[in-house]
């Protein structure tokens, strides 16, 4: 019987498992990301945190500027526009990650963006 009590609970956990593995996906991904991304930003601080002795005082500051340099090392300058790239790259492809994956979410934003355009519609007449 296609539509049996047995059938129709076998369908449901195979959802739900379904459902389950797809989340667990979702969630790896974002916590890999999440690593990834982080992981950067403490490295960055960790070099940061050991030169700073010597990049901070105000003399050195003074000095350096007289001389048209930096206070810190250029490199230092390279790796926090790359820690920046990653902490933006982070936030954005969690998005894309949500839409991707997430059909609920998919639905929700569409409303949201039908419901935000109407409101716009009726704000320029």
Known sequence: LPDSPENIRRRQRSLLKRRREKSSL??????????????????????????????VSLEVFYFC??????????????ISHFNHIFLVLNSALNFFL????????????????????????????
Do not use: N
């Open 65 to 78: 500027h007289k001389h048209g340099r930096h206070s810190v090392p250029p490199y230092l300058i390279c």
């Open 26 to 55: 979702i969630l790896f991904a974002i916590v890999i990301l999440f690593i990834v991304c982080q992981s950067f930003r403490v490295s960055f601080k960790i070099i940061e945190i050991s030169l700073i002795e010597d990049h």
């Open 98 to 125: 949500y839409c991707w994956v997430g059909r609920r979410f998919r639905m929700e934003l569409k409303s949201f963006i039908s419901t935000a355009k109407c409101g716009l519609t009726g704000l320029t007449e």
